[in-house]
């Protein structure tokens, strides 16, 4: 079997002369049928962080529910303690004064 020489010149000028025409081709076929699909890709993409972000927002949301909680019970119990201490204050003032006197006068 004989081998024939390869003509680089003329197969390199054929390679250029396709690419010219079949370049343009493939390109605009790309762009027509890969641009749904990455316009798609996109739009999950982006869900994916608005899902994320909408998890983030829940937490913060449930951790100040939560310090909103504390901060009640803090604050019923101060009432609470204010209370006691303003009957404490009256019973004390009650029984540190005998009937018929007033603050600030000595016995005689």
Same mark, same amino acid.
């Given at each position: 079997?004989?081998?024939?020489?390869?003509?680089?010149?003329?197969?390199?000028?054929?390679?250029?002369?396709?690419?010219?025409? *079949?370049? @343009? !081709? +493939?390109?605009?076929?790309? #762009? &027509?049928? *890969?641009? @749904? !699909? +990455?316009?798609?890709?996109? #739009? &999950?993409?982006?869900?994916?962080?608005?899902?994320?972000?909408?998890?983030?927002?829940?937490?913060?949301?449930?951790?100040?529910?939560?310090?909103?909680?504390?901060?009640?019970?803090?604050?019923?119990?101060?009432v609470e303690a204010s209370e006691f201490d303003a009957?404490?204050?009256?019973?004390?003032?009650?029984?540190?004064?005998?009937?018929?006197?007033?603050?600030?006068?000595?016995?005689?």
């Amino acid at each position: 079997m004989q081998v024939l020489p390869i003509d680089f010149v003329a197969l390199v000028a054929v390679i250029m002369g396709v690419s010219v025409v *079949l370049v @343009p !081709i +493939v390109g605009l076929t790309a #762009r &027509y049928a *890969l641009k @749904p !699909i +990455v316009e798609a890709l996109g #739009r &999950y993409f982006e869900g994916q962080g608005t899902q994320e972000s909408i998890k983030i927002v829940e937490r913060r949301l449930g951790l100040l529910e939560s310090q909103l909680d504390e901060l009640q019970g803090s604050l019923t119990r101060l009432v609470e303690a204010s209370e006691f201490d303003a009957q404490l204050r009256a019973a004390d003032s009650e029984t540190a004064l005998p009937s018929g006197t007033e603050p600030g006068q000595g016995q005689p």
